[in-house]
Nanobody, 121 residues
Framework: QVQLVESGGGLVQPGGSLRLSCAAS????????MGWYRQAPGKQRETVAD???????NYADSVKGRFTISRDNAKNTVYLQMNSLKPEDTAVYYC???????????????WGQGTQVTVSS
């Protein structure tokens, strides 16, 4: 069974940093785009950043210059380095990946369970 497991969330003061990790596991043939999304209370889930298998990145305007997405293809893991955090970055952060499981011909979308990030003094 293919799954994504996030880690690294927590409580941090404004201006601080956190690093999120998301590891894919199971019978995976290939991993394509991986990304991070977030959902704050009372708001819709929004894209934070994503990265293709070739390393092309895309960021939401609100995090450009502060967040960096990267991936380690050998470890099937995507990271989100978050610097200069603001209270408005507080949300549950979800990892998403488009993957082809072993034995399948079709790409499928998978979500992690989410990790809470709280930015507060």
């Amino acid at each position: 069974q293919v799954q994504l497991v996030e880690s690294g969330g927590g409580l941090v003061q404004p201006g601080g940093s956190l690093r999120l990790s998301c590891a894919a596991s199971g019978s995976i043939f290939s991993i394509n785009t991986m990304g991070w999304y977030r959902q704050a209370p009372g708001k819709q889930r929004e894209t934070v950043a994503d990265i293709t298998s070739g390393g092309t990145t895309n960021y939401a305007d609100s995090v450009k210059g502060r967040f960096t997405i990267s991936r380690d293809n050998a470890k099937n893991t995507v990271y989100l380095q978050m610097n200069s955090l603001k209270p408005e970055d507080t949300a549950v952060y979800y990892c998403k990946s488009r993957m082809i499981p072993v034995g399948s011909s079709y790409e499928r979308q998978y979500w992690g369970q989410g990790t809470q990030v709280t930015v507060s003094s």
